[in-house]
Each structure stands twice: as C-alpha cells, then as structure tokens.
C-alpha cells in the first residue's frame, strides 16, 4: 500500500507498505542482480549503508544457482540474508540484451542462455513462477523490451503484446499466490510501461495497464541511450495517467542529476548498476561532482573521498589509501569504493525526502542537479 505523505509540484514524499517492511520514498533500490551487490559488500553491509530496497534479478537467478533451489532453501530473502524488501526484475531486459538468438512469439521467448548455450523458454507464466519461487517482496511483470530506436508500427505491436502478458502475470500471481506452501503469498505485482520514445503510446499504454489495478507501476524502456531530454519528456507525458495512490517506478535510472529530475517529475522508485559499477572503476560520487580516484593528484591526499560524507569508507580511510588498493589491484579498493557510491545514493535519497518534507525541494534541486553529475 502506497500512501502520499506531501507534494511539492510532482514530486512525491510518500510510504510504501509491504510484507517486508515500509518503504520511505523516494528511495532507490540498490543492485545485487545475482544475489549479491558486485564488488563484495553483503546484504549484512547494506544495512550499515541504508539500503532500503535490494533488487535481484530473474533471469540470472533462474540460470544459477535455479529458482527451484533457493526455492528449497526457504526463498531469497533467507537465501541471501537480507530481511527488508526484494524486487525482482522480469528477466524480459535481460532476454532481449543478452540473447542472441531469440525468437519471440505470443506464447512467450525462446532464447539460448548467455551462460551454456542451453534453450531456455520464457513467458509471463514462467517469468511469474519463478519469481515466486523466488520469494521476493515485488514482482516485475514480463515484457518485452524494444529497441531504441524503433518504429512507430513495431512499438505499438509491442506494446499490445505487453498488455496481453501483463494479464497473463496478473492471472498466475493470483494462481501462485493462492497455492498453500507459496514462498510470500503476499508477493506484489508492478506492470511496465512501454511504448519507446513515442508519447502517444506510451499515454494510451498507461491508460490501458493502469485499469488492471496492479500494486505498482514502472516505465521501462528507458535509459537505454536516448538522449535525457527524451526520457524527461516521456515522464512528464505518462506521469498523469499514472496511478496517484500507486508507486512510480522508473527502471535503470541513474545519475543523481537523472533522479533528482525524475523525482520532481513524480517518480517514485529508482534503480541503477551506475554506482556499483562506475565505483569498481574509481569513480566516485561527492557532494562536490564525480572524483576520479585513478588521479595522480590524491597519491599523498590524506583527506577522505568527500568530507561532507560519513559511510564506513570516509570515516575510516584517506584518498591515499584508496588510490594505492586501486593501483594495487586490491579487492578491498572495490568494495570500499562501492560502499561509498551505495551510501551517497542513499543519502541522497534522504535528503531529497527531507527537502519534501521540509517543502524545500525546488531549492535542492536547483542546488545539485547539475553539480552532482559534474566531473571533478
């Protein structure tokens, strides 16, 4: 259950209940898409980081180890030790980007396994039986991800077909959730919004799925290179034909500028690799702009990554210090590095809540919207 605390414009300050634990939002959901956050922090340390919300993901999940075992070891949540909420995505992302041969029909996708080779079938029934297999708080419906770009004629077929799949989740979460000895009989389920860069579809797509009164909504289809101010655009032209009392997921969202636009614009929920994968690579978010660690300059820096920031890693360690892990090829440069971009998204989701709450959001916004993203 989503309930809307205060508004500022658009953007939203609100909670959201699940069987897992209550949400405070905006919030974004931090990455372990095979159970685990790249870049070796636990579940245990995202706690410590103020993760919210872990996000897993279907299709690896269901390649290895298999649904069906973390099934029998009692569901994801105890699987990987971590006892607040879970969304799992689809698999439908990762079916049409790492597949490459697939064959998609009405039923549902053929394709091989990026990992063996092996012939794998997917459809909104067995994308839904997995995810229950798998326990999680929220469930990803099966879709189909086009390509961008793509014609008007293909993205509205596709759209179609999206439609008619989210029925078909809808009906078997139902079924699953009914069964006795289901995983989270409570498990949600969150429609997606298609319709690529097209704003006509997208309206008339979200006014079709938001009939079928899911537990939540996202726009996906985005992030996938059109350019931001595309994406900015069809969030503005689909935010009122979401549901109010509903959240608003916008998937593979992105850098702080990204989520501070999108928040103002009505989204709700985010999630992105960015920080965990732009900080195995010694990029690091500040207060200040992005800071390249690799820099000759912080050889002898004895200051921490930003001194506005107090997650484990500026509290305990010097610019120094994690300059010389990285150029040592040290795991520990990684996993300190990570836990830093982890616990300044985090926080920035915080602050953002407080300047909702405080209604002073505009300002933030005008503060940081440009200058997070800046390179130092």
Same mark, same amino acid.
């Given at each position: ?15 959201f ?5 209550? !949400? ?20 245990? @340390? ?33 699987f ?22 697939r ?13 063996d080779?092996r012939k ?5 029934? !067995? ?41 078909r ?18 498990q ?23 009939e ?5 909504y996202?726009?996906?289809g985005?992030? !996938?290179?059109?350019p931001?101010? @595309? ?10 034909y ?21 928040v103002?614009?009505?989204? @709700? ?13 010694g ?5 200040s ?12 820096? @004895? ?31 990684m996993?300190?590095?990570v ?23 505009q300002e ?13």
């Amino acid at each position: 259950m989503y309930t809307l605390l205060k508004q500022e414009g658009a953007a939203r300050r609100g909670e959201f209940s699940t069987v897992h634990g209550t !949400v405070q939002t905006p919030a974004f959901m931090n990455v372990g898409t095979a159970a685990a956050i790249k870049g070796g922090v636990s579940s245990y @340390d995202l706690v410590d980081l103020k993760c919210q919300v872990e996000l897993c993901n279907t299709y690896h999940l269901h390649v290895r180890p298999g649904d069906e075992l973390i099934r029998r070891m009692g569901g994801l949540h105890k699987f990987m030790g971590w006892n607040r909420p879970i969304l799992t995505d689809s698999g439908g992302f990762q079916v049409f980007s790492l597949a490459v041969l697939r064959k998609i029909q009405e039923e549902g996708v053929t394709f091989n396994s990026h990992v063996d080779g092996r012939k794998i079938f997917m459809s909104p029934e !067995v994308s839904m039986q997995i995810q229950s297999n798998l326990g999680s708080t929220i469930a990803m419906a099966f879709d189909e991800c086009v390509e961008n770009p793509s014609t008007y004629d293909y993205s509205a077929r596709s759209c179609a077909r999206t439609a008619r799949w989210l029925r078909r989740c809808k009906t078997e979460m139902e079924r699953l959730n009914s069964l006795p000895g289901t995983v989270n009989p409570h498990q949600m389920l969150f429609g997606i919004n298609q319709g690529c860069v097209y704003d006509e579809l997208r309206i008339a797509h979200m006014q079709e799925i938001a009939e079928m009164d899911l537990d939540g909504y996202a726009i996906g289809g985005l992030a !996938v290179g059109e350019p931001a101010e @595309d994406m900015y655009r069809i969030i503005s032209a689909v935010e009122p034909y979401m549901p109010a009392a509903k959240p608003r997921y916008l998937m593979g969202v992105g850098t702080p500028g990204n989520i501070i636009e999108a928040v103002s614009r009505g989204v @709700d929920l985010f999630d992105c690799v960015m920080p965990s994968r732009n900080a195995r690579h010694g990029h690091l978010n500040t207060w200040s702009g992005i800071r390249n660690i690799m820099n000759a300059k912080y050889a002898e820096d @004895d200051q921490p990554i930003d001194p506005e920031c107090d997650c484990p890693t500026c509290r305990r360690h010097s610019r120094a210090y994690l300059r010389h892990l990285f150029k040592a090829n040290e795991m520990l440069g990684m996993r300190l590095a990570v836990m830093h971009n982890l616990y300044f998204y985090n926080t920035l989701m915080e602050r953002i809540r407080e300047a909702l709450d405080e209604g002073t959001f505009q300002e933030f916004h005008d503060r940081y919207v440009t200058l997070l993203d800046t390179r130092i």
